[in-house]
């Protein structure tokens, strides 16, 4: 079945680059677009961007743009987000999410991973 | 900036009907925006439940069920249970711009 399993917490400091991975399990990793979204302490979802894993092309939200990196790795069936010059506001749990192909929305999503940015 | 609207919240009782709905702040929600409904628990990752205005993803009862009301998306809990007590979000796809919104969510209290 499919699973997405994310990478461990983490603290950083205001200023630097948190990456978080994201494997994928139980389809062809090339044929789904993947979704990040996160969600502030006691607040909403927040959609980042979008990556499709075959080529690597991406699409981030306006608000993310300059500061956030998906990438692939087609060897491993792993994606990843990196965000950069961290602050305060940045802390929250980041999800990898599936995308349901031409449905145009996410159909599995990974469990989460708490970024924690702290001085 | 695009604002998807949600109720704050609803309260609805142990076998009775509740309908959330997701509008634009400046517009009309309709099937091309491809409207999809999450819930979520505390402390857990979102659940699919509502994915192209009303297909119900896989596993999910069908007392839960999405359409277009008026001018906004809709999802609507028939005969709803001590567990559906969550958080409830709709994602608008917005084009090839914008690309995805999330609303600003819906608590769902069952009491």
Not at chain 1, 80 to 96: H, I, P, Q, W
Not at chain 2, 62 to 71: T, V
Not at chain 2, 79 to 87: F, I, K, T, Y
Request: aromatic share 12%; with cysteine; net charge neutral.
């Amino acid at each position: 079945q499919v699973q997405l399993v994310q990478s461990g917490a983490e603290v950083k400091k205001p200023g630097a680059s948190v990456k978080v991975s994201c494997e994928a399990f139980g389809y062809t990793f090339t044929s789904n677009y993947m979704h990040w979204v996160r969600q502030a302490p006691g607040q909403g979802l927040e959609w980042m961007g979008i990556i499709n894993p075959s080529g690597g092309s991406t699409s981030y939200a306006q608000k993310f743009q300059g500061r956030v990196t998906m990438t692939s790795d087609t060897s491993t069936s792993i994606v990843y987000m990196e965000l950069s010059s961290l602050r305060f506001e940045d802390t929250a749990v980041y999800y990898c999410a599936r995308s349901g192909g031409g449905s145009m929305s996410i159909d599995y999503w990974g469990q989460g991973t708490l970024v924690t940015v702290s001085s | 900036q695009t604002v998807v609207t949600q109720e704050p919240s609803f309260s609805v009782s142990p076998g009775g009907t509740v309908t959330l709905t997701c509008g634009l702040r400046s517009g009309s929600v309709s099937s091309s925006y491809y409207p999809s409904w999450y819930q979520q628990t505390p402390g857990q990752a979102p659940r699919t439940l509502i994915y192209s205005t009303n297909t119900r993803s896989s596993g999910v009862p069908d007392r839960f069920s999405g359409s277009i009301l008026g001018n906004k998306a809709a999802l609507t809990i028939t005969g709803a249970q001590a567990d559906d007590e969550s958080d409830y979000y709709c994602v608008l796809y917005m084009g090839s711009g914008i690309h995805y919104v999330f609303g600003t969510g819906t608590k769902v209290t069952v009491l």
